[in-house]
């Protein structure tokens, strides 16, 4: 496994994944500190531009955490931020950012350990794949 | 049904004048949106002509477009007024209008589209440098192949150049006429109801057959230019080192999403508050890197624009065509587009019954 | 002083918290206790709930004036300036009149001081005391001091005396001097409270030591409550989905219905109504979860009487999940040690089956009432008896109550307080404060660099306190923020989200930070500090962008519409009336009462009349006869609406509407005039004898099929009163009663019992096989199959009689006010258990049978409930909107419209008179949606500005 510690921007909604992972937080889970979490109210106000300028600024990985289906505060802007999503994968792979670079996970208000699982197990993969093509750098 | 006006020998744009006008004097429309030359511009600017006695100027098939009409035509359209219009477009601004029409910018229902097989056009300064030795430029380029080769690449390699979505189809590819089809039920109602001209100053006539294999052929040649062109982009583009390199000149002139037709913001986010950067921003990122090139954002702002439209991009060009420093703008958009749209299972300008991806959420069951 | 307590809570789970931010929302100040050392009652065990198998409490959260409590997972904690959350307390006394409550309280000591603890552990790291912890269905263990809600805000410890040997180790430990294992229950008196309202739910039935379960002998038997834990990711097995004995993954769960409910043995003759649901909801998640198909509910009846739990019975059913209609024999252990289970089943047969494990589903424990001072005037209770309750229906049944405490806040004119509207528009002022946490932060961040470094940087300055969540500690950050003159403030702290809600004030901006997430047993110092200043610098960023945000006003039309004069309309009216709001009534035929005329039983009636005779008399109620709504625009707060009454129309103002437009009977025809709907005969009933010797009952008519797939809820019992009346009339009358499932619930169950005492005959059929009936000259033979006999049967009748269902009214209302509808054509409220009378559309409610099939004192309640819901917005001449709402700026909006499409609460809309898109800030709720659809920022959300992420985006990567 590479040295290599990634940096991963965790855009996570308020309700939900942001609560399991001040949860982890709290109970004092460790899950890996170049995590960088921003808190949104809800995955439907993220922005592709939030992903972009993420990738350009030399994240390694852009972890989006919401609330399941139906779980939704806002009813539904998590479904709504799917495809929108799916998207900008789509156009970022074309410039060599390889599309495991971004995902998106459900993570509800409980569940904090699975936050935490799930930053390890994010933090692990990107760490193997290597630094971003924008690491260190940042492109404007 | 098709109808069609026989024309081995004169130019074909003349039949599709001859429609306009017939339209505009049978007030079958109330006016026509079409290019029209006038004694001070060289190039044909597209207009809104209401008066059958100042149609002269009308050169509605001229080899160049001195940019995609879309945005003009939506702005004659953008509500109902019940003036109808008959609006004379390239399939590549039609494409474009029916995204308008999704991004609510306008509605067809006053307008009637008439459109035809588009061989292309030149760019604007090389249009008026051939214009300027050979006055009957606009009829010769439908006959001298070394015209034809002047069109842009994108013309070059669009495999998209029959009319899709318009009401009236004109088609003068694969055949010596001029084939007139009604291809919605408005188009066909327009055209029965210039059924009385049928032998008359218009002289159509019923039937009309169209060479399919050369239109066929046609299609085939462009799309392995664009084949070629798109994977050799895709070489460019492959990572941001590449990107950068191609897009190095930029100037934020921001020409490239002026001149596009579906980029439809009143005004850019780029040009917004977001963008406006504090000189203490400037400073520490000049700090950060050690080296700050400006204006800064160039990056960003055309990775934002891919994704805020390459899935409407209708790869019409003119973001190349526009841009002072010559980078191949189009090139990359449409690489980029066509990848993003056959995964999101959509076409730019194809249905319009198809809403724009994630601007429709479907129920929740 | 303080301001008066209106009202006193007295039950934190759901329903008190309902009952409680229905008052704080008005601007009561309310007193709010539990028993239990924390809020939340039994759904801070639960993680998923029916339909959508997934929480969403948080959308309990009040929607208007937001700005008051706090905005963040509900089951953290309930947060709001308006309530007072005391926990560890009981009600001992009540004493005076409505208005002027004495009210002694028993608090019991929780031994650790919530000022002071810091949450650090070193408490339960010296404990020697470990008992089972019943959070977790006493599957896992726990310190006598502990953390009652794990995922509970402040995580402060507390101590349970039962189990506390005061050996002391724990005070001595504590760094902060925070336990006091001396205090003893205490006596407290609080006085000019206005009401109370009980909300203190009941207890579930203990299984233990019932032979037939075996619980003592085999781990792999557990409670629902217990089997929710184990797949909760916060429960014993942190997930894993394993059993207690040997930790093998389960995949195969036997359900066991009806665990100390419906049992006259133990004098529990009622159905505790929420079981049956339950365990289809755990099978439906074990299988989703496991990806397993083999679980299996044992039991009588399945009760799915609510809207859509019929469908939700068949996607269970279709998960693989089997029902099996069985009488528990015994339950053992197998020779491989898996519990088994001997049975019954429904043709008599002895049979026995393995499982991985054996879910109990518990009711209700039996013999509880309420203490006597319910019987006080000012004391109002949500259910009549300790009861339990679908959540919807708790959530209903606890406005009911609520609106009575309004009435008596109203009448005694207690004080009322909202948010305020002050804007602090200053230049941003920053600051920093950091909590040093006792030592942790200290030991493990270089807090000098950090100084350092954000004040070279940025020029800002940062204060470090030792223990911020301490008083003193409190205290010094509120002067150091007066000192500074600070408006903007950056919290870095263990658990910083409570300072939101302390600080929750619109003039200061505070971004916080958890600084616990970036120290870790494996990372250096350097790192932790590195990390940390990067998140700093990251807050900067997006504080410094951030414009305060602005609260605007808007005066109302302080009235409300209320479509439909039926009994829920008439309750919504008379609710609405009492707190002086007036209301315009529209009732499509010329008279009020709705399904009156198909009620029979006499208290109802009675109580009907009287409302209605209420409503006609009230001066403040307009009622507008053959009428109905033409069209409507507008927003909440001031709505148009058209009405068109007899070929003329006329145009209502009002805040609010209330549709209860209802329904009735379905539609069915029958010339023979033998052959009859349970309605039609309960009626009949009322004035004569029914002279037929052989009576045949048909439920589910048309009803619980597509296309009609769903319980109609008011069948079952009604069919059971027709029968014990006519057994009553005529003990020789032979009743058969063909039924699917008897839905029997609470205390109908009695009236199911009742009548089988009396001799009436039930043969269950299946839906796929609804009884043939012949008619003859005679009268008519039914034909079916009997499960016990196991054989085809016939049975004579010269009654005949359907229990057909309800169905909802035809009235377009779904397309005038662009409401959403169940697939059966009901008005779909926004979240059916939380929010079961809201529209999604704010300012538009929705109760009774347009919503639902319910019975006449449900829609009632219902009524109550909606007009409860509007009179948040009615309740003053002006509402303020909360800050955090979208706005357009129109001189960019290119007028796409895809934040209208995109907008869950229909809060933007086109203007038809000059097409521009505008915000009702009212129904806005700042969720951000459409500035992510918006490509150029035309439209914002103030407190997260585009450019504020961006910066702070670029500032955690640099």
Known sequence: ?140 | ?365 | MDRKFSTLVAGAGISGVRAALDLAELGYRVLLIDKKASAGGILSQLDYQFPNDHCGMCRTLPMIDRNNGAQFCLRKGIFHKNITFMPGCEIETVKGTPGNLSISLKRSPLGVDPEKCTGCLSCESVCPVTVKEDFNGNLSQRKAIYLPVPHNIPNKRVIDFESCTKCGECVSECPTNAIDITKDVGIETIDGIGSVILATGTELYNPDGVDLYNTSKIKDVVTATAFERIMSSSGPYKGKIQRPSDGKEIKKVAFIQCVGSRNLMIGADYCSSVCCMFALKEAALLAEKTKSSDSAIFCMDLRTFSRDGERYKERVKEKGVRFIRSRIHSVEKDDSGNPSISYVDADGKQKSESFDLVVLSTGKSQNLTHPSFIENEGVFGISETPDFKEISDSMINSSFASSKAIQIAKEYDYETKKSSTQINDDDPKLHIILCSCGNLFKENVDLTKITEDISRIYGIGITTIDQACSLEGWSELKSIIDEKGVNRLIIGACNPQIFSTKLSDNSLLTEIITLAEHISDTESVDEATKSILSEIASSIGRLKKYTPQKVRSMNISKRALVLGGGISGLSSAKTLSDSGVPVTIVEKSDKLGGNLPFISDETVIKSIKNLIEKVSSDSNIDILFNSELSSHKGVPGKFESVISKENTELIVQTGSIIVATGGGKASFDDENERVKTTFDLSIELMEKKVDAKNIVMMQCKDSRVEPFNYCSRICCGKALDNAIKIKEQNPDAKITMFYRDIMAYGDIEKKYTEARRRGVIFKRFEKEKYPEVISNDNGFTIKAFDFILNEDIEIKADLLVYSTGVAPQVDNLEKTLKLKTTVDGFIKEVDFKFRPVDTGKEGIFICGLRRNPANASEAEKEGVSAAQRALRLLNSEILISSGQVAHVRHSICSRCNACVTACPYTARFVSVEDRKVYVDDISCQGCGTCASVCPNNATIIEGFEEKGILDSIEAALG
């Not at chain 2, 230019?225 to 390199?245: G, H």
């Open chain 2, 1 to 365: 049904m098709t109808t069609y006006i026989d024309q081995t020998e004169s130019y074909k744009g003349e039949a599709i004048k001859k429609l306009a006008v017939e339209l505009l004097k049978n007030n079958t429309v109330d006016s026509l949106f079409i290019p029209f030359q006038n004694s001070y511009s060289g190039i044909p600017m597209p207009s809104l002509i209401s008066d059958p006695e100042k149609t002269d100027g009308i050169e509605p098939i001229a080899p160049v477009a001195p940019f995609n009409s879309a945005k003009q035509a939506a702005s004659v359209i953008k509500y109902a007024t019940g003036k109808k219009t008959a609006f004379f477009l390239r399939p590549c601004e039609i494409r474009a209008l029916v995204e308008l029409v999704k991004l609510n910018q306008c509605t067809l229902e006053d307008a009637v589209i008439i459109s035809y097989d588009c061989y292309g056009r030149v760019e604007n300064k090389k249009y008026l440098e051939l214009l300027s030795s050979n006055d009957q430029v606009n009829k010769d380029f439908y006959t001298d192949e070394s015209l034809q080769n002047e069109t842009t690449t994108t013309c070059k390699s669009c495999d998209a150049f029959t009319p899709l979505n318009a009401d009236i189809a004109i088609s003068f590819m694969g055949t010596d006429q001029s084939v007139f089809e009604g291809t919605s039920e408005k188009g066909s109602d327009v055209l029965s109801s210039l059924n009385s001209a049928i032998g008359g100053s218009l002289d159509l006539k019923s039937g009309g057959s169209i060479d399919q294999s050369i239109v066929e052929g046609i299609k085939e040649k462009r799309s392995k230019e664009k084949e070629t062109l798109f994977s050799k982009t895709s070489e460019t583009i492959k990572d941001v080192d590449s990107f950068q390199k191609m897009i190095g000149s930029c100037l934020n002139c921001y020409n490239c999403r002026t001149a596009c037709p579906v980029c439809y913001c009143k005004e850019c986010v780029f040009l917004t508050d977001i963008f406006l950067h504090d000189p203490d921003i400037l400073h520490q990122r000049s700090i950060k890197k050690g080296v700050l090139k400006l204006p800064v954002d160039t990056t960003m702002f055309h990775m934002t624009r891919i994704s805020h439209i390459s899935h409407s991009c209708v790869g019409c060009g003119q973001c190349t065509s526009v841009c002072p420093s010559d980078i191949q703008v189009a090139d990359m958009f449409r690489t980029v587009s066509e990848k993003t749209q056959e995964k999101l299972e959509y076409k730019a300008g194809q249905n319009i019954e198809q809403p724009i991806p994630f601007l429709a959420y479907k129920e929740e069951n």
């Open chain 1, 1 to 140: 496994m590479s040295e290599h510690k990634p940096k991963i921007v965790a855009l996570v909604c308020n309700w939900c994944t942001y609560t399991a992972a001040d949860l982890a937080g709290t109970s004092r889970r460790d899950y890996p500190s170049e995590i960088r979490l921003v808190r949104l109210m809800c995955t439907g106000m993220i922005d592709s531009k939030y992903i972009l300028k993420a990738f350009l600024e030399g994240a390694d990985g852009v972890f989006i955490g919401g609330c399941h289906p139906g779980d939704c505060h806002y009813i539904d802007g998590n479904l709504k931020a799917v495809k929108r999503i799916e998207a900008i994968g789509i156009m970022l792979e074309q410039f060599g950012f390889e599309k495991e670079r971004l995902k998106l996970e459900w993570i509800g208000a409980s569940e904090g350990p699975e936050f935490q699982e799930n930053m390890q197990e994010f933090a692990k993969k990107i760490g193997d794949m290597g630094k971003v093509q924008t690491a260190d750098r940042m492109i404007l």
